[in-house]
Each structure stands twice: as C-alpha cells, then as structure tokens.
C-alpha cells in the first residue's frame, strides 16, 4: 500500500514538509507514521470507542489487514491536505473560497468510482456507523483532551514561532552589519521579509463562541451520486469523532477541521472531493481567523491554517483513519454467498467439525460478522477447542467453489487473513470432507460430532437462518 505514497514520503526533509521549517511535520505525525498499530491502538480516544461493545468499532479493527499501512498512508495524506488547505487559506485570488470550490465542482464529472464512493461512504454513515443511533449511545468522552487544551497549544505554538523568528532577526542583524555589496543586499532583503511577518503576527483579537449541538439525521442515498452529498457526509462524521473526544467545540472551527478529515479520505479513494473539502476547510479556518493566533515564517508566507491543523492533529488523524477503516471494509464486494467455518481436531485425519450458511451478497465487513458468529456457534455446539479454527467464504461460480476470503478463526478476538493462494488449497482439501452435493442436496445431514455434554435445551434454535447450520 505504501508504495504509491512515496512521493509523499519524500516531501519530508528535516522534519518538516517540504524541507520548510516553517512547516513542521510535528510529534503526532511522527508517531503515527513511526509506530502504526501500536500507536493507534493505544490512543485513549479509540480505547474509549472500543468499550461500547454494541457498536462497530470493535468489528472494524478486526477486519482491517493492513492497519499499520493504512495509517501510515493516512499520515502522509494528512501533511499533503494541511499544505493545500494551508494554501487554500492563503490565496488572495478567491475572496469566497467556498463559492470557489462549487465553481470547481461543476466542471467535475462523475464516474462510476465517484458514484461507488458516494455509495459506499452514505452506506457506512446510515448503515455500517449508523450515526443517527450511535450518536445517542456513545456520551462524549470524560478524561479526554477538551477544546481548551488544544487552543492552549496552539498558543504556545505561536509563542515558539514568534520567538523563533525574533532570535533569527536578532543574529541576522548582526551578521548583516559584517557584510557588503551583493551578499549584504541579499540578506537585508531576507531581514527585511521577516521584519514584517513579525510586525504582522499578533494574538487572536476575538475568542471562539461555544459550540452547537450536532444533529444526525439518516442520509437517503439518491439515484444520482454527488461529490458534494459525500464530502458533507465524511465531515458529518468526523465532526461526530471529533466532538465526542474534546467533549464539543466551536461549530465553525469543527468544521475546518472535520474537512481537513474528509479530505484526507477522499484522497485515500481518489475522489474528485478532496479539492471540495480542502476548499471548505480553508474557507471554515478564515471564518474563525479572528478568534485564531496570526503565524507567519520569516519568508512572509502564513502558517495559520497549518498550524491549526497540526495542533489538532490526533483527532483530525484518528476521525480520517477510523472513516477509512469503515469504508474499506464496506467496499462493493462479490466475496461470495456461502460461509464456511471447519474445527481441524487434534488428529487431523478426523473428520473436521464443520458449519455452513448461505448469505446473500453484503460488504465484507457484514459478511466477515456473520462468519464469526458462525464460528461462536460452532464452539458453542460442539464444546470444543480446536488446535486451529478456519473460515472461508465462497462463491459457486461455473459449477466450482471459488473462495473469496479465507480467515484463520483460532483466536476469534484476532483473526488473520490468509492468502488467496493458502485459502484456497486449504478449502480444496476440506470441501470435500462435508460430502454434500449443493446441486442436489435439499435437506443437509447433520455434522458428524460428539454432542455437547452439556447441550442446549431442544427448544432454543442454534441457529436462526432458514438453512440449517450443519
């Protein structure tokens, strides 16, 4: 996955984008793109989200493969959409900026990945996420790091800048005192910049008003896609991320920072919309500029917008990581419509216990739910523990089984993906130990088990699904 971003990669010189030191990449950057998983995982943000075990986000940090690489990739993404809503905010060509971003979007047209990402992305917000309801079970979160102490940061960030390009102006002075003819213009020239982007930084003039409160209404997905439903949509939700770990804020700044997370989205998919929400983040951060600290570099270019971001860059990071997660996995899947799950016994020339369902076709994440919980009824059924537990999802295509996902199920808490080539050799050998002929089998024989000793009374189903499990 990294390989694409490279380019990205190679933008950081010296801790800082683009070799600027005004740009400074900052600690949580480095720590998301050092250490990944590890990082992620331990975030008290995503342990706080974890303990709601009725919602997804369990589910989600199970189906994800390559997490480590996801939030490496969303890390790079993230420094790319400071820059160009840092830019964004610094143009003196559009006055309106968010006029300017529905100009450009009238010239965008929309292709069939456009139309799966609007689907997709609304899927994920009524369905996968289901924030109207989530937004009700989960309670902003105690302990966390409030709006205040991100806009204290913030200030000593503009303390340390103002500081930084005092203590260059002075040694420079006295250097220029040193030197003549063309060098001495050239570094006068370099003072002079920094003389004014000094005079021009100053302290926020007005303080931010309290925040609104969030309204999550389903979203009805239209026969028609659109770039601006699903950019709205991704900031929707990381406003929801975001207001639940500071415990809210104000409704504008939210704003700026949740599109700065839907642009970062929109680029991991590629969508024409990461230039609507670089636009309407940068348009949201000038609405607050008031209320916000005026940074420059010595150079005279601002650094407001940008230092904004990296302030509030762990909420920003994590709300983008956790929709791309959820989206991901809510890919547009032909997985397949039969789940399989087999008990290898300690003897492997045993019959393996085994469980069967047939699905209809849903994303992967759905379909890698059910597989668990197929798994949890076999384990239940038989009483047993397995020396390996292994499932697979199936499609019968041309009279043959193709497998589509193959997950190593022997610790359920963790499972692991398997390659295509390793899924599909192990099926090979188990499929055939079911003995059922799916053409013309009606009524499936029971699985070959010793009961539980312990079974469940006869008049509580095992299984729901109209076809029996075994």
């Not at 998301?32 to 919602?55: C, D, H, K, R």
């Not at 969303?74 to 905010?89: G, M, R, T, V």
């Not at 004014?196 to 925040?211: C, D, I, V, Y």
Request: hydrophobic share 35%.
């Amino acid at each position: 996955m990294l390989k694409q971003y490279s380019d990205l990669q190679n933008k950081i010189e010296n801790s800082s984008w683009l070799g600027k030191e005004m740009l400074p990449i900052g600690e949580t950057f480095s720590s998301a793109f050092g250490s990944g998983q590890v990082w992620f995982t331990q975030q008290t943000e995503i342990q706080y989200l974890q303990n709601f075990s009725e919602t997804p986000f369990q589910d989600l940090l199970k189906g994800e493969d390559e997490l480590t690489d996801l939030i490496k990739a969303c890390s790079l993404l993230f420094l790319e959409s400071c820059y160009s809503i840092n830019s964004a905010y610094n143009s003196e060509k559009y006055s309106n900026l968010q006029n300017a971003a529905y100009q450009k979007l009238k010239t965008t047209e929309i292709n069939e990945s456009e139309t799966s990402f609007y689907r997709r992305t609304l899927n994920v917000y009524n369905e996968v996420l289901n924030l109207p309801v989530l937004a009700e079970q989960i309670p902003p979160m105690d302990g966390g790091k409030p709006t205040s102490v991100y806009l204290q940061r913030l200030r000593s960030r503009y303390d340390q800048e103002k500081s930084s390009l005092l203590s260059w102006l002075s040694s420079q002075l006295k250097k220029l005192k040193t030197l003549a003819g063309k060098a001495r213009r050239r570094l006068y020239g370099k003072t002079y910049r920094a003389r004014k982007a000094l005079e021009e930084m100053e302290s926020p003039t007005q303080s931010l008003p309290s925040g609104g409160e969030l309204n999550f209404a389903p979203v009805p997905v239209g026969h028609r896609a659109s770039i601006q439903v699903t950019t709205e949509v991704l900031s929707q939700i990381a406003s929801w991320f975001i207001t639940v770990w500071t415990g809210g804020m104000n409704a504008t700044l939210l704003q700026g920072l949740s599109h700065c997370a839907a642009s970062i989205a929109a680029k991991f998919f590629q969508s024409d919309g990461a230039e609507l929400a670089r636009y309407l983040g940068a348009h949201f951060l000038r609405a607050t500029q008031q209320a916000l600290p005026r940074i420059l570099g010595r150079t005279g270019t601002g650094t407001t917008a940008w230092n904004v971001l990296i302030t509030f860059a762990p909420v920003i990071l994590m709300a983008a990581i956790l929709i791309v997660m959820a989206i991901r996995q809510n890919r547009e899947t032909q997985l397949g419509e039969w789940l399989y799950v087999f008990g290898i016994k300690s003897d492997e020339t045993e019959q393996p216990d085994f469980s069967i369902s047939q699905v209809v076709q849903e994303s992967e994440l759905s379909l890698r739910r059910k597989l668990l919980d197929l798994a949890g009824e076999l384990l239940d059924y038989t009483g047993r523990s397995y020396p390996r537990l292994l499932g697979f999802i199936t499609d019968k295509k041309n009279g043959t089984e193709e497998v589509g996902l193959a997950l190593d199920l022997t610790n359920l808490t963790t499972p692991v993906s398997l390659p295509q080539s390793e899924g599909h050799q192990l099926f090979e050998q188990l499929e055939p130990r079911t003995q059922l002929d799916w053409g013309e089998t009606q009524q499936l024989p029971p699985m070959p088990v010793t009961p539980n000793p312990n079974p469940p009374p006869p008049d509580l189903p095992i299984n729901r699904d109209p076809t029996p499990p075994f």
